[in-house]
T-cell receptor, first 117, second 111 residues
C-alpha cells in the first residue's frame, strides 16, 4: 500500500510569490488533514477534509491560504501571496475513519519544507 | 499557558537504558493520547495511543496516562540506536478530529 505522498519535498520561493503544495492520501482514505510546523514551534492543525468537503478549517491562519480537495482524492494547499512567516514544514495526513487514531491512526506524509525568502 | 508542554531535550542515553519521556497538558477535555516518532526528514509515525487514563504496553514501549495530574509518559526499555528520533506527544478531545501536539523531544541512543 502506497503511503501519503507529498510534493514538492522542498520549495524555496520569494516573498509575494505563490506556491501550491500537493498531497495524495492513501487510496480509500476519506479523511485528509493538513498540519504545519513552523521552526521552533509545535506541529499545528490547519484543516480537515472529509472527502471533498471541509470539515474543520479552524486552523487556517488567514485568507492567503486556500485548500482544495478535488473529487475527494488529492488535495492542494495554495499560499498566495507567501510571507516570510509562512516558512515551515507542511504535513498532510490521511485516515480511514473519522477518528482514525482509534484504530489505524493517522498516516502522515514526509512533508513539504517551504522556505520563503 | 500552552495546551501541551513537552521538554524538547535533547536527551542522550547509552544503548540499553530505560528512557522516560513525558508531557503535561492543561485541557481536561482531552481523552485520546498518542505518541508519535519522527525520524529526520520524515513524517510523524504513530507509536502508541491510549484512551483516557491507564497504561498500555507494546513490546519495549509503555504509555501511561494520568488524567488526574494531566501527565502522560512514554517509557522505552532496552533502548536501541534505532530508537534515536524525535518523540512527539499528541492529544485530542473526544469530539475533535484534530490533534494538539507537544514540541517533541529529540532522543539520541548511543551505541
Amino acid at each position: 500500500e502506497a503511503g501519503v505522498t507529498q510534493f514538492p519535498s522542498h520549495s524555496v520561493i520569494e516573498k509575494g510569490q505563490t506556491v501550491t503544495l500537493r498531497c495524495d492520501p492513501i487510496s480509500g482514505h476519506d479523511n485528509l488533514y493538513w498540519y504545519r510546523r513552523v521552526m521552533g514551534k509545535e506541529i499545528k492543525f490547519l484543516l480537515h477534509f472529509v472527502k471533498e468537503s471541509k470539515q474543520d478549517e479552524s486552523g487556517m491562519p488567514n485568507n492567503r491560504f486556500l485548500a482544495e480537495r478535488t473529487g475527494g482524492t488529492y488535495s492542494t494547499l495554495k499560499v498566495q501571496p507567501a510571507e516570510l512567516e509562512d516558512s515551515g514544514v507542511y504535513f498532510c495526513a490521511s485516515s480511514q475513519d473519522d477518528r482514525g487514531w482509534m484504530s489505524y491512526g493517522y498516516t502522515f506524509g514526509s512533508g513539504t519544507r517551504l522556505t520563503v525568502v | 499557558q500552552k495546551e501541551v508542554e513537552q521538554d524538547p531535550g535533547p536527551l542522550s542515553v547509552p544503548e540499553g537504558a530505560i528512557v522516560s519521556l513525558n508531557c503535561t497538558y492543561s485541557n481536561s477535555a482531552f481523552q485520546y493520547f498518542m505518541w508519535y516518532r519522527q525520524y529526520s526528514r520524515k513524517g510523524p509515525e504513530l507509536l502508541m495511543y491510549t484512551y483516557s487514563s491507564g497504561n498500555k504496553e507494546d513490546g519495549r514501549f509503555t504509555a501511561q496516562v494520568d488524567k488526574s495530574s494531566k501527565y502522560i509518559s512514554l517509557f522505552i526499555r532496552d533502548s536501541q540506536p534505532s530508537d534515536s528520533a524525535t518523540y512527539l506527544c499528541a492529544m485530542s478531545a473526544l469530539s475533535q478530529g484534530n490533534l494538539i501536539f507537544g514540541k517533541g523531544t529529540k532522543l539520541s541512543v548511543k551505541p
